[in-house]
């Protein structure tokens, strides 16, 4: 079955500390490549998008993606965290195959001032 | 009002009670979601709707019943759930339903449901 995997269930980090956040996907062929952010008590809102092109994609706040497509990979990644990126983050990949958006698990970070 | 809204926030209901989800979307788009979000699950797409028509149904059990009037607008009915039902229901909307780069989804604050 399509899968989308987020090895990290739960990061802790201190404000300016470095963050990579894994994804992998199961699909071959065309995917669209996605990241949402949930901010406590707040609605799942869109962190940045890989359509095509360029595979090193730069998002809001500082947030960028990288697409390898021969690891099936769009890890979330920046250099330097603040307390108020504490949220749950969601990557999500939709294959042309199969016009789904299929979401991971989330992986929740807590950032520590 | 924009975005993706969302009634009520919070929801209490019995087995044996019949409910209403409301959705509402101000983004002029076409199609329009379902999610369910459980602790430590995946968010769980139930149903796509595009340009009012229905085409996905992710083997939804039938206590759960979708209506969708207009593409503004999204409804999901409840009747005779059970405790495992409750969870976090998310509505979503985007400029279309298929691949390509409009496909990009917008969500609501969701809808808390607890099913005593």
């Known amino acids: 079955a399509q899968s989308v995997s987020q090895h990290n269930h739960h990061v802790i980090l201190s404000e300016a500390a470095s963050l990579e956040l894994g994804c992998n996907y199961s699909?071959?062929?065309?995917?669209?490549l996605f990241w949402y952010v949930q901010y406590p008590g707040q609605h799942l809102q869109l962190l940045l998008k890989y359509f095509s092109g360029d595979p090193l994609v730069k998002g809001i706040k500082g947030f960028e993606a990288e697409f390898i497509k021969s690891k099936f990979s769009f890890n979330l990644r920046k250099p330097s965290v603040q307390w108020s990126d504490t949220a749950e983050y969601f990557c999500a990949v939709l294959s042309y195959n199969t016009d789904k958006l299929i979401f991971g698990t989330g992986t929740r970070l807590q950032v520590f001032p | 009002e924009t975005g993706v809204t969302q009634t009520p926030r919070h929801l209490v209901m019995g087995m044996t009670n019949k409910k209403s989800l409301k959705c509402e979307q101000h983004l002029g788009h076409n199609a329009m979601y379902w999610y369910k979000q459980s602790a430590k699950k995946p968010l769980e797409l139930m149903f796509v709707y595009n340009f009012k028509e229905q085409t996905e149904n992710n083997s939804v059990p039938s206590r759960f019943s979708p209506e969708c009037p207009n593409s503004s607008h999204l409804f999901l009915h409840l009747h005779t759930l059970q405790p495992e039902d409750s969870a976090l229901y998310l509505c979503?909307?985007?400029?279309?339903?298929?691949?390509?780069?409009?496909?990009?989804?917008?969500f609501g604050p969701g809808t808390r449901l607890t099913v005593l």
């Open positions: 699909y071959g062929g065309t995917v669209n």
């Open positions: 979503a909307s985007s400029q279309g339903a298929r691949r390509g780069e409009n496909n990009e989804q917008f």
